[in-house]
């Protein structure tokens, strides 16, 4: 069965021009899931590593150390026209961003302590080269994440390709190799799961400076009492016979006064410190929710992933019903459960998990279990029966159930002769500690269905709690 964007795990790219979005070094770090933190890692290595070299003017081997990346042009993601070229990294452009950096006050004195706080305070650096240089620096996870799901989507692989620089954070050095990847049109082409992917970097050098630095510069002049400060009248509290007056300072006089920009953000930063923890505390907690499909292709047809499932004939053909319910679930909870993985071996191959999905939501109700139950995992078993599922089909989806898998599991099935039976044997389930498992027949689907289509994130909201709650009243 032929996969869409919406059910497609990574961002289906065209191989002639390059998708104008960015790898967002924040959708990462805020990420709970297991290979997101490996990238976390891998980027702070490099970059912890490269400020030590400057700071320590070590400026010929951080020079070095930047030689080796490429313009990473098998991603297709950027900002050029035409074939895909990249525009970000090169020679000229490494010796740029090193000197920049060692011309940085801020680098110097250790007030950036993220690769991603750079674009906010250092000219020369911004969202085209972040996104550069994280593609350099987590390609192996790139390349394993390629492999992995290619191999989920049938994808052909080659073997023998050159992989590229790889960092390797032991060594603090680079180091390339052979691997095998996607070869089309004769290049490597490395894939890019969506929930990392934006069309805006969460860290913006205007946002900064508008919101937090002239914030600041503004209530230094209130209390300083400066000659920015006017007094005019409070119309909100003033009476005709009582007027009211109140102080207020323009944000055109302070931007006269003391200058617009990174070289102003930079500034006001190295002398208050705070005003960047606080925007990248609240970056952290509030990131920016990842992109749709209809944020990268056309708008899905939500109604023919619903009847590639229902069309499946009953009691028949289980492997199209599971490729179909894969396309649907992954289409409605995109962004949120990632990284599907068909037919999981476990307990040394004696048990199978017919779908498991990592739990990588930011926000709603998946992100919501995550915190308060064990759901690092969601697994799904498909029944494509002409009866109702009963505690065989409960007992082994419980039994795919671990501590470190998670204890949250779907039934997908056609329908119920008695639903309410079925949902007092999965309370008896939570009861017994063994996890907690939702089912969801054609009916629950099409409703999901529906809202999705209607773009009713709150409505689907309510239906997986109202769900959920069914089982730990």
């Not at 989507?153 to 080659?158: A, E, K, T």
């Amino acid at each position: 069965m032929p996969f869409t964007q919406a059910s497609l795990d990574f961002v289906d790219v065209s191989v002639s021009d390059d998708l104008q979005v960015y790898i967002d070094p924040n959708a990462i770090r805020v990420s709970s899931d297991k290979w997101a933190h490996e990238c976390t890692s891998l980027i702070q290595s490099f970059f912890r590593h490269l400020v030590m070299l400057i700071r320590r003017k070590r400026v010929r081997r951080a020079k070095s150390l930047m030689a080796p990346l490429t313009e990473p042009n098998e991603t297709h993601f950027g900002v050029s026209r035409g074939p895909s070229r990249g525009r970000g990294l090169g020679p000229d452009r490494s010796k740029q961003i090193i000197g920049a950096l060692a011309a940085s006050e801020a680098v110097q004195r250790g007030v950036i302590d993220d690769l991603e706080e750079t674009v906010l305070l250092i000219e020369g650096i911004g969202p085209d080269l972040i996104s550069d240089l994280i593609t350099n620096v987590i390609r192996g996870t790139l390349i394993s994440y390629t492999q992995q799901i290619s191999e989920h989507y049938r994808i052909p692989l080659v073997e023998g390709v050159a992989s590229g620089p790889i960092w390797d954070p032991k060594t603090k050095s680079w180091a390339t190799g052979f691997t095998k990847l996607p070869i089309v049109n004769g290049k490597r082409l490395l894939l890019v799961p969506k929930f990392i992917v934006r069309k805006k970097l969460d860290f913006d050098a205007g946002a900064y400076y508008n919101h937090y630095i002239l914030t600041y510069l503004k209530e230094e002049e209130l209390r300083q009492n400066t000659e920015l400060v006017h007094l005019i009248k409070d119309r909100k509290r003033s009476t005709k016979r009582r007027p009211v007056y109140k102080k207020v300072v323009y944000k055109k006089d302070i931007r006269r006064k003391h200058g617009t920009g990174k070289p102003t953000s930079a500034k006001v930063t190295v002398e208050r410190p705070q005003l960047l923890r606080g925007y990248t505390a609240d970056r952290r907690k509030f990131p920016t929710p990842p992109l749709s499909a209809q944020d990268l292709a056309a708008a899905p047809d939500y109604d023919k992933l619903l009847s590639d499932l229902t069309n499946v004939r009953r009691g028949s053909n289980a492997a199209a019903y599971e490729n179909a319910a894969e396309a649907l679930l992954s289409a409605l909870f995109e962004g949120e459960l990632t990284f599907p993985e068909r037919e999981v071996k476990i307990h040394g191959g004696r048990k199978r998990i017919d779908i498991a999905y990592s739990n990588s939501a930011l926000v709603g109700f998946f992100n919501w279990l995550g915190d308060h139950y064990p759901a690092a995992y969601v697994v799904v078993e498909c029944k494509n029966y002409t009866g109702d599922p009963a505690n065989p089909e409960l007992d082994q989806l419980t039994g795919r159930f671990s501590p470190t898998r998670g204890k949250v599991g779907f039934i997908v099935c056609r329908s119920f002769a008695d639903k309410a039976l079925f949902v007092e044997r999965c309370r008896d389930a939570v009861r017994d500690d063994q996890g907690f498992v939702v089912a969801f027949d054609d009916n629950d689907l099409e409703r999901l269905t529906l809202l999705k289509k209607n773009d009713d994130a709150r409505g689907i909201e309510e239906f997986l709690r109202a769900r959920f709650a069914e089982l730990v009243r």
